[in-house]
Antibody, heavy 119, light 107 residues
């Protein structure tokens, strides 16, 4: 059974960079046909797709965040990562990592991790 | 950007009811639509993709229909474990976007 687990700092100061990692177990991140995504959800609000990385390393980001987002993959550790720069309070959210099945369908999700932006 | 309008935002229902949730797109997306269920404090779970294909392991009381701009999620006989928030999501074009959610609560 595929499992995803987010980890990283739960508290980030304004203007700094948010960094999260998603560890994948029960399957290889390099399996063909899949890509890996980050999605976030501000407290009490809806879901926002951040971006994805294909196992080859190609990426696509939501234009609303593109200038601040970097998603990378570490195949040796079977994990992928998110960096979001110049954060503000509006970036406070639960951040989820997910596997992308077919193009654009999220079939496996991590449990989510709350990141709070505050001084 | 494709905008999505989910309705209703809040739905009060009883166990055993048949409920329907609507998702309308700002432009046609063929059948590139998925539905997710989210319970408090948990990650969303995939219910349906390609507008009407049931994800493995999802009970058959869930069904999806529609194409183009208008889509529907139906729960044929609401069970206690179905009280949750439901989101539609389009993957026809970037950026992939979600509806604002429909909370199904106990009447």
């Amino acid at each position: 059974q595929l499992q995803l687990q987010e980890s990283g700092s739960g508290l980030v100061k304004p203007s700094q960079t948010l960094s999260l990692t998603c560890a994948v177990s029960g399957g290889s991140i390099s399996s063909g046909g899949y890509s890996w995504s980050w999605i976030r959800q501000p407290p009490g609000k809806g879901l926002e797709w951040i971006g994805y990385i294909y196992h080859s390393g190609s990426t696509y980001y939501n234009p609303s965040l593109k200038s601040r987002v970097t998603i990378s993959v570490d195949r040796s550790k079977n994990q992928f990562s998110l960096k979001l720069s110049s954060v503000t309070a509006a970036d406070t959210a639960v951040y989820y990592c997910a596997r992308v099945y077919i193009t654009g369908v999220f079939d496996y999700w991590g449990q989510g991790t709350l990141v709070t932006v505050s001084s | 950007v494709i905008w999505m309008t989910q309705s209703p935002s809040l739905l009060s229902a009883s166990t055993g009811d048949r409920v329907t949730i609507s998702c309308r797109m700002s432009q046609g997306i063929s059948s590139y639509l998925a539905w997710y269920q989210q319970k408090p404090g948990k990650a969303p779970e995939l219910l349906i993709y390609a507008a009407s294909t049931l994800q493995s392991g999802v009970p058959s009381r869930f069904s999806g229909s529609g194409s183009g701009t208008d889509f529907t999620l139906t729960i044929s006989c609401l069970q206690s474990e179905d009280f949750a928030t439901y989101y539609c999501q389009q993957y026809y074009s970037f950026p992939w976007t979600f509806g604002q959610g429909t909370k199904v609560e106990i009447k």
